[in-house]
Nanobody, 115 residues
Framework: VQLVESGGGLVQPGGSLRLSCAAS????????INWHRQAPGKEREWVAL????????HYADSVKGRFTISRDNAKNTVYLQMNSLKPEDTAVYYC?????????WGQGIQVTVSS
């Protein structure tokens, strides 16, 4: 199982970014995928979940209404569209999947929201 995040960077408050998570090594279309994040000095926190067919999504209260998770099963990729970004969204963002009871994480991608 391999998960590779991309699309992070530096953005001003109020701006947008779209993260991608390219997956391989498992039957991607059959698994729900999560995004998590970890800010400096804080514990990793869950951000969003998308079910295998993309029809059901869930969000942390802190990002609800601003972030949108989606997936393209033909491309084995999950996305996180982040709008109206705030400085408190600054963190390393990780995608995550559990395959056969084993948790797999990407290497993480830095998102910095600052003026």
């Amino acid at each position: 199982v391999q998960l590779v995040e991309s699309g992070g960077g530096l953005v001003q408050p109020g701006g947008s970014l779209r993260l991608s998570c390219a997956a391989s090594g498992f039957a991607f279309s059959g698994y729900p995928i999560n995004w998590h994040r970890q800010a400096p000095g804080k514990e990793r926190e869950w951000v969003a979940l998308i079910f295998s067919d993309g029809g059901v999504t869930h969000y942390a209260d802190s990002v609800k209404g601003r972030f949108t998770i989606s997936r393209d099963n033909a491309k084995n990729t999950v996305y996180l569209q982040m709008n109206s970004l705030k400085p408190e969204d600054t963190a390393v963002y990780y995608c995550h999947v559990v395959v056969r009871d084993i948790a797999h994480w990407g290497q993480g991608i830095q998102v910095t929201v600052s003026s």
